[in-house]
């Protein structure tokens, strides 16, 4: 079964610039999502998709963060414009719908790992 | 959300079994518990999951008290390769998120 994708896996743009990252979930996984995380913490959660729709955008900085999910399979993420304190590793996930009270397991792809410079 | 507080760093040889404990005292009652591994560069990777007693798979085992205040990960004797961030997480099924603390980093030496 092939993992989740992602691209770039690396990326260094100048502050203020824009940047845009795309993510393909395991097939059949309905839930997506986006993960920041900053060097030496956990990662934090930015969006969660349900299919097509947001679930959760509590934690996305939602005057330069963007996410789209359209058709329900594959996102892209987008920063526009970037701040230094930007630079992090944006990974995404996804987890199946699953039946009864089990927590979904969440996949993760490799992460895309951005410098704002 | 449970908040989770865990070991910043543990230390260990090879061979050894490894046990990293979390604390999870506003852990609710429908709330499960879930651990992740992550390599440096990678993304993290579902460990195990559990919900009360005990849960063993084919690499950790995972012990719950009855109070569920609290979860114990072990890891029977740890390689090099088990070298890696191990984050403990609590939450609940269906649409609610997970949070993600700091993690424990396990440095496992030859």
């Known amino acids: 079964e092939a993992g989740v994708a992602q691209s770039p896996r690396y990326k260094i743009i100048e502050k203020r610039q824009s940047v845009a990252f795309w993510c393909n979930p395991i097939?059949?996984?309905?839930?997506l999502y986006w993960y920041q995380q900053i060097l030496g913490q956990g990662p934090k959660l930015l969006i969660q998709?349900?299919?097509?729709?947001?679930?959760?955008d509590s934690q996305l900085p939602k005057d330069r963060f963007s996410a789209e999910r359209l058709k329900g399979v594959d996102s892209t993420l987008k920063i526009q414009p970037a701040k230094l304190e930007d630079s992090a590793v944006y990974l995404c996930?996804?987890?199946?719908?699953?039946?009864?009270?089990?927590?979904?397991?969440?996949?993760f792809g490799p992460g895309t790992r951005l410098l704002v410079l | 959300l449970a908040k989770t507080t865990q070991p910043i760093s543990m230390d260990s040889y090879e061979g050894q079994e490894v046990n990293i404990t979390c604390s999870h005292n506003?852990?609710?009652?429908?709330?499960?518990i879930t651990w992740y591994q992550q390599f440096p560069s990678q993304g993290p990777r579902f460990i195990i999951q559990?919900?009360?007693t005990k849960v063993t798979n084919e690499v950790a085992s995972l012990f719950i008290p009855a109070d569920r205040k609290s979860s114990t990960l072990s890891l029977p004797r740890v390689s090099l390769s088990d070298t890696a961030v191990y984050y403990c997480?609590?939450?609940?099924?269906?649409?609610?998120?997970?949070?993600f603390g700091k993690g424990t980093m396990l440095l496992v030496s030859p």
């Open positions: 996930a996804s987890s199946p719908l699953l039946q009864g009270g089990l927590r979904e397991t969440q996949y």
């Open positions: 097939s059949g996984h309905a839930t």
């Open positions: 998709f349900q299919n097509n729709g947001v679930v959760d």
């Open positions: 506003n852990i609710a009652t429908n709330d499960y």
């Open positions: 559990g919900y009360k």
């Open positions: 997480l609590v939450g609940l099924s269906g649409y609610s998120t997970l949070t």
